[in-house]
């Protein structure tokens, strides 16, 4: 095989390895930092959607690097100021969303798209669809379906980690009525 091919086919090897592991190979790491790998960065953020629409603690968790900032642009009880969160934080909160909801499915308007240029910013305008009917956060169900979406900006650092969250949406009867 020529070099230019075992090189080709080392290259796809690595990017396909990433489907399996959430941490960076030497070559995507290279890739990263030159840029050149847009689809690395969406494979992190479809990996924290299809975590929510499998009700997986562990790849939720595992989507988020040590700290986060977090703006929810519209946020019911507070300033929509910058917050610093932890992945624990984030995934209770996520668990405790499903437990209200648990027949939720997360669907796309826009699917998880890379910016345009050197950006390390994730996009994607995404909507749920389920029924309010388990109990959480000490608010019983009422039986409502379930409509909410919206769109989040996340920013994928080079191992492949969301650091930062910008995020534009609606509230669920749930989120409303948790005291």
């Known amino acids: 095989m020529p070099f230019s091919r075992k090189l080709c ?64 642009v519209c946020n019911l009880n507070a300033s929509s100021e910058s917050k610093m969160a932890t992945p624990e934080i984030l995934t209770q909160r996520c668990l405790d969303f499903l437990a209200a909801h648990p027949d939720t499915k997360v669907f796309f308007h826009y699917p998880p798209t890379c910016g345009r240029g050197k950006s390390k910013w994730v996009y994607a305008h995404w909507y749920e669809a389920g029924t309010w009917s388990g109990e959480s956060l000490g608010v019983e169900p009422q039986n409502k379906p379930l409509s909410v979406e919206g769109q989040t900006r ?6 492949l980690l969301i650091e930062s969250m910008v995020v534009t949406r609606t509230f669920s009867d749930w989120e409303q009525a948790i005291p």
């Open 9 to 72: 086919a080392l290259f796809c090897a690595c990017l396909l390895t990433f489907t399996l592991a959430l941490t960076p190979n030497p070559v995507q790491k290279v890739l990263l930092k030159m840029n050149r790998s847009k689809g690395l960065r969406e494979q992190v953020v479809e990996n924290y959607f299809t975590g929510v629409d499998q009700k997986d603690k562990d790849l939720i968790s595992s989507c988020f690097a040590d700290t986060v900032t977090i703006r929810d």
């Open 154 to 159: 996340f920013l994928v650092n080079d191992d």
